[in-house]
Nanobody, 114 residues
Framework: QVQLVESGGGLVQPGGSLRLSCKASRDILSFSAVGWYRQTPGKQRVLVATISNGGSLDYEDSVKGRFTISRDNAKNTVDLQMSSLEPEDTAVYYC????????WGQGTQVTVSS
């Protein structure tokens, strides 16, 4: 069973930065892709950013230039550096790992508010 443990969420003012981290319970390169989704109440979970095991990156349009996804193969972690945060970025952020099955973390709340 795969476990994904997220950390780093919290409250930040507009224009601020946060870094989310997700640690996988096994070799992160064993997954075809890892990344982050987010969800707001009453809406579907949507892509934020992913990185494939080959290093290909994919970002949702509204976060391009503000968010950066990275992976540490030695630590089995995938991080999301978020800058220039906007109130619209407020959501629960979920770590994702794909290997035939989609594995999810428990989610971490990010609130952008003054």
């Amino acid at each position: 069973q795969v476990q994904l443990v997220e950390s780093g969420g919290g409250l930040v003012q507009p224009g601020g930065s946060l870094r989310l981290s997700c640690k996988a319970s096994r070799d992160i390169l064993s997954f075809s892709a890892v990344g982050w989704y987010r969800q707001t109440p009453g809406k579907q979970r949507v892509l934020v950013a992913t990185i494939s095991n080959g290093g290909s990156l994919d970002y949702e349009d509204s976060v391009k230039g503000r968010f950066t996804i990275s992976r540490d193969n030695a630590k089995n972690t995938v991080d999301l550096q978020m800058s220039s945060l906007e109130p619209e970025d407020t959501a629960v952020y979920y770590c994702l790992a794909i290997q035939l099955v989609w594995y999810w973390g428990q989610g971490t709340q990010v609130t952008v508010s003054s």
